[in-house]
């Protein structure tokens, strides 16, 4: 069974610095999904990386996916307050239609 | 953007009711999913549907979840007998191809009492 994780789960940052979020998953995948999500709100696509080694980037977010180490990443640069929300990471289920959403992880970015 | 619509936005009932969540999937769209959420926690797969049949089903959706797309554009997560552990957010979300993206309706937040 898939089982992905992201660490770590709570993150609390000064505006203008730099961190990273990970997301492991368990069995092999071949594309990874980023997801952002304001309280009470829905769920909001960022990235899609389709394959090993893609690297995409949005404004101050950069993701990539290496599949042989089963990893993604969602690199955060020079922070700002407006990117303070939780982010989801989702892997698809191998040979099915299901996709499984990792831990989230909450970012407060603080002024 | 179009967009994926879930109605309604909240739903209150008594333990032991009926309740059915609809949604209406992005038209030209064939994949479709509903998650659930509890709290803002994980985001919980429940079902996936395509070619007007169930795909895959989680563990949670047991005898009591029902889903149906009666018209060829509304989609509805029906919940037989509610309990109180049914309580979450519930997202309907719809895809055009595997590789694509899931678009995310904006919820129906289900309370049982």
């Known amino acids: 069974e898939l089982k992905v994780e992201q660490n770590p789960l709570f993150l609390s940052m000064q505006e203008g610095k730099n961190y990273t979020i990970y997301c492991n998953y368990s069995?092999?995948?071949?594309?990874l999904y980023w997801y952002r999500q304001d309280p009470g709100k829905s769920l909001e696509s960022l990235f899609v990386?389709?394959?090993?080694?893609a690297v995409k980037q949005e404004g101050r977010l950069m993701a990539s996916l290496d599949t042989k180490a089963r990893l993604s990443t969602l690199h955060i640069t020079a922070a700002v307050h407006d990117l303070s929300a939780t982010y989801f990471c989702a892997a698809p289920h191998s040979g099915t239609y299901k996709y499984i959403f990792g831990t989230g992880t909450r970012l407060k970015v603080l002024a | 953007e179009p967009e994926v619509t879930q109605t309604p936005s909240h739903q209150v009932t008594q333990m032991g009711q009926e309740v059915i969540l609809r949604c209406v999937p992005i038209?030209?769209?064939?994949?479709f999913y509903w998650y659930r959420q509890i709290l803002g926690q994980k985001v919980e797969f429940l079902v996936s549907f395509y070619n007007n049949e169930i795909s895959e089903k989680s563990e949670i959706f047991d005898d009591q979840f029902s889903v149906e797309r009666p018209d060829g554009s509304n989609f509805t997560l029906k919940i037989r007998s509610t309990k109180l552990e049914d309580s979450a957010m519930y997202f309907c979300?719809?895809?055009?191809?595997?590789?694509?993206?899931?678009?995310f309706g904006s919820g129906t937040q289900l309370s049982v009492l």
């Open positions: 979300a719809s895809t055009r191809d595997r590789k694509e993206k899931l678009l």
């Open positions: 069995t092999t995948s071949d594309r």
């Open positions: 990386l389709l394959s090993n080694g």
């Open positions: 038209s030209n769209h064939l994949y």
